[in-house]
């Protein structure tokens, strides 16, 4: 009777050890690879690059290239055959991210030290170098109109660009920390310091920055933003994780109630790999995101309150994208007449990727149900264990009745 209740015991133990598995894995595999969805791709021949940031602005991409270091212009006009336009030259040994505003382009740049450089681009065949704002420290940014914001040490500052020839500062807002990350949106400047604190920034009047907020995010750093409704979605990492190899796996998205912006408060966070979470871009209750390389992440946003991956797209699967060059970021959206809603992203050393997002195809579980492939492994590796604990169980009946005989 002891023997057939241990039996019992450890059937049903290992039963739910199988079970919780396979259900648990069966959500987590609804997170598929998409596939047939690549557009365009464009790379100089036979030239290194590094693409690190890219913006739209009417039929052309803009790219900040660190291997110039500089801005390209590349026409989109042929999504499936994007081109070469201009090209232009920084001084300085890299060139980072860019932003475009009433026809003027920033690319933030570091020579010795980090600074704003600008372009007039009203003519995209022709962009014209115009100044450069020497900050020191600039970290983020962003431009809406005429008016330009910028963090720079523990300063976030605001110029008026109406001259492009001569810019005026407006207001210089000491946030007591160092700041980083940067966005504009709706007349609110949403800034990440050092210190992971999320502050919101009534920029209505921009000659008068005032601080409205401070949100502790913990552990997560803020690298981008986006808006939707009274949601702040922000990907980035988590910055306790500092060694490999968890260093590459740190990226998340979360979504913030910012209805109040006075009282912002979480409404989900998830996890998304990667080694940073750079860009957010959203189409159709979907978040894309650059998780590196890790690839363009897909979020199901339907319900802020509850974010859901459901799947990436890895430029590995490009031709042109091999060993370790690729680094999806900053994924744009950009509409074209004939091939629909199409995603435009940097893959760094791959240079400029485009990729369909209507009717995302994703690749299939085997066969078709998530999570079976795994399911089967469980099941066989329960049946072997279960077959070895009756053989051993068995052998040693037959040692005791030995020993008792």
């Known amino acids: 009777m002891k023997q057939k209740r241990s039996i019992f015991i450890f059937v049903f133990l290992i039963s739910s050890i199988f079970i919780f598995t396979s259900i648990k894995y069966a959500y987590a595999a609804e997170f598929k690879e998409i596939v047939n969805a690549h557009v365009g791709h464009y790379q ?34 042929d999504p499936s055959n994007p081109s070469l336009t201009a090209s232009r030259t920084v001084t300085g040994e890299n060139s980072y991210e860019i ?28 962009p014209i170098y115009k100044g450069l704002l020497d900050l ?14 910028v963090n720079n040490y523990t300063e976030t500052i605001s110029f008026d660009f109406s001259d492009v020839d001569s810019p005026v500062e407006l207001d210089r807002l000491n946030l007591t920390e160092v700041v980083e990350s940067l966005a504009f949106i709706d007349n609110y400047v949403y800034v990440c310091t050092a210190t992971n604190q999320l502050k919101i920034v009534n920029a ?23 808006v939707e409704g009274n949601v702040l ?22 979504s913030i109630d910012i209805s109040d912006k006075t009282n912002p408060s979480l409404l989900s966070d998830i996890f998304i790999d990667g080694i940073n979470g750079v860009g957010i871009a959203i189409h159709d209750n979907k978040l894309f995101s650059g998780a590196c390389a890790e690839g363009i992440v ?35 959206l950009y509409e074209d007449a004939t091939l629909g809603n199409l995603l435009v992203f940097t893959s760094m050393g791959c240079g400029l ?3 369909s997002i209507d009717n995302l195809e994703f690749e299939p579980s085997i066969p078709g149900i998530p999570g079976f492939d795994v399911f089967l492994l469980v099941l066989t590796t329960t049946m072997c264990i279960f077959l070895m604990y009756k053989k051993l169980r068995k052998n040693l009946d037959s040692s005791e009745s030995i020993t008792k005989s």
């Open 204 to 226: 209505t009047n921009p000659s008068n920055l005032n601080l409205i907020s401070s949100f502790d995010l913990g552990e997560y750093y803020a690298q981008s933003y986006f």
């Open 353 to 355: 990727n485009i990729i």
């Open 136 to 149: 020191g420290y600039a970290r983020g940014f962003d431009a809406s109109g005429t008016t330009f914001f």
């Open 99 to 126: 932003e475009i505003a009433n026809d003027v382009a920033y690319l933030r740049v570091v020579d010795q030290d980090y600074d704003i450089v600008y372009f007039d681009i009203s003519s995209p065949t022709s």
């Open 233 to 254: 979605y922000t990907s980035g990492l988590n910055s306790t994780r500092t060694v490999s190899p968890e260093r590459t796996h740190r990226a998340h998205v979360k």
């Open 298 to 332: 897909v979020i199901d946003i339907t319900n802020s309150s509850s974010l859901q991956a459901i799947g990436f797209y890895d430029d590995y699967q490009d031709i042109y994208c091999e060993g370790d060059k690729h680094y999806a970021m900053y994924p744009k």
């Open 44 to 77: 100089p021949s036979g030239v290194s690059v590094m693409f690190e940031d890219v913006e739209i602005n009417g039929t052309y991409a803009y790219v900040s290239d660190a291997s110039l270091p500089g801005l390209r212009v590349i026409s989109l006009a």
